[in-house]
Nanobody
Framework: QAQLEESGGGLVKPGGSLRLSCAASGNIRSIHDMGWYRQAPGKQRELVASITDDSTKYADSVKGRFTISRDNAKNTVYLQMSSLRPEDTAVYYC???????????????WGQGTQVTVSS
């Protein structure tokens, strides 16, 4: 099994910055995609950003403000969020496609979520 543990959420004023981290642990052989999703109250979960070894993808609403990165040696993905807006308020979830030792394929794992609130 694998686990994803997020950290770094909190309350920030509009225009401020936060950095989210997500560390994967367990019997991990390889990780392909890692990414961040978010879900605001009453809305569907949406992709914020994702990263593979050679590409990144961003939602249009965060382009130019958020940066995703990963440290493969630490099995960790980061989301640097700047110029935060009230509409960025949501629970942010980490996601990863993980191949475990002894497994035949990659499986999708989710973190428990971390709250980000942007408010003055």
């Amino acid at each position: 099994q694998a686990q994803l543990e997020e950290s770094g959420g909190g309350l920030v004023k509009p225009g401020g910055s936060l950095r989210l981290s997500c560390a994967a642990s367990g019997n991990i052989r390889s990780i392909h995609d890692m990414g961040w999703y978010r879900q605001a109250p009453g809305k569907q979960r949406e992709l914020v950003a994702s990263i593979t070894d050679d590409s990144t993808k961003y939602a249009d609403s965060v382009k130019g403000r958020f940066t995703i990165s990963r440290d493969n040696a630490k099995n960790t993905v980061y989301l640097q969020m700047s110029s935060l807006r009230p509409e960025d308020t949501a629970v942010y979830y980490c996601n990863a496609d993980i191949l475990l030792y002894g497994s035949l394929g990659y499986y999708d794992y989710w973190g428990q979520g971390t709250q980000v609130t942007v408010s003055s």
